[in-house]
């Protein structure tokens, strides 16, 4: 018979730990492998989300486009000598400059600095605008306050599909490019004729008589509302209120409509009290400065 001679027991159990330590280090490799491949896949997802989003990004960007003429701050700036009040005239921003913003400095230190970021869609807008249009258009005449008005797109959702907001303020644009004087004349009627929330917003049509009406009578503001010349401008100026700094302010965007600055402050109080209003810009205009402006008394509103 032939003999099946076995290793010493010793040399059995270092021959069973050798095996183990192999298998265990062989499992160690095969989990380091998946890991590795895991990780290399959900690499590949996230750089394929992210190109995927890239890619959404540049096909809706929207192109760049040059703003209307006196807005070159984003804004139309109005001014006052005593018997009217004139919109100051500048440049177009051109596609792809940055605005340049109002300097605090370029009116008397005596006189208040009104500026508004506003929505014609914004039923609050015309809450605040109802009551103190007027009153403001009287400080800026007489030559105590200047006042700023920077029409943004937010509501375009509240239009059903007809993007209100935007033809609202494009229609501006093209009357602060063309007949700027008559701006703010027809800021005031888009408030007076605001459509409600939901429904179409008032046609090209209308806007365009609203416009006539106001005094624009440029024989090209037509065209410019129908085309919606500066529709790409205001998506990029609204854009830039709702992600930059404020000019010559501490707030860090826009966050809602109105959004009313006096001499660089937002105003919180009540949109449907004028007095309150005329109170804000009384301290406003002899905080800091030691001055005082002379604010007239508000016109009642009817």
């Given amino acids: ?27 160690k490799k095969r989990k380091r492998r998946k890991r590795i491949a895991t990780q290399a896949g959900v690499s590949v997802a996230i750089l394929a989300a992210l190109t995927a989003v890239a890619l959404v990004i540049v096909g809706t960007a929207t192109p760049p486009s040059a703003g209307p003429a006196n807005m070159l701050s984003d804004g139309i700036l109005f001014t006052g000598n005593g018997t009217t009040m004139t919109a100051t005239k500048t440049a177009a921003l051109k596609a792809n400059a ?16 009104i500026v508004e970021y506003v929505d014609y869609q914004c039923p609050y807008c015309q809450q605040f605008e109802t009551t103190n249009a007027t009153q403001i258009s009287d400080w800026v005449t007489q030559g105590a306050a200047t006042v ?44 007076k004729n605001q459509p409600p929330e939901g429904g179409t917003g008032l046609t090209d049509a209308k806007l ?12 090209k503001i037509p065209a410019c509302i129908t085309g919606q010349t500066f529709k790409n401008w205001v998506a990029a100026e609204s854009a830039r ?30 949109l449907t009290d004028a007095t309150a209003f ?25």
């Avoid at 809602?256 to 006096?262: A, C, D, E, S």
């Fill in 1 to 27: 018979m032939t003999s099946n001679a076995q290793p010493p027991k010793k040399e059995r159990r270092e021959i069973a730990r050798e095996h183990a330590r192999l298998m265990r280090e062989e499992e």
């Fill in 98 to 113: 940055k605005p340049v913003a109002t300097p605090a400095s370029s009116s008397s230190t005596a006189v208040v600095r």
């Fill in 148 to 191: 700023e008005i920077h029409p943004i797109s937010l509501l375009d959702a509240s239009s059903s599909g007809t993007k209100y907001s935007t033809r609202a303020a494009n229609a501006a644009a093209c009357v602060a490019n063309y007949d700027p004087n008559n701006f703010y004349a027809f800021s005031t009627s888009l408030y």
């Fill in 208 to 219: 365009t008589s609203l416009a006539k009406a106001a005094g624009a009578t440029s024989s």
């Fill in 241 to 270: 209120a709702l992600n930059q700094p404020l000019p010559n302010s501490s707030l860090p965007k826009v966050t809602g409509t109105p959004t009313v600055l006096v001499n660089g402050v937002q105003y919180t109080g009540s």
């Fill in 278 to 302: 005329l109170q804000f810009v009384s301290t406003q205009a002899t905080s800091g400065s030691g001055t005082s402006t002379p604010v007239p008394t508000p016109t009642p509103t009817p």
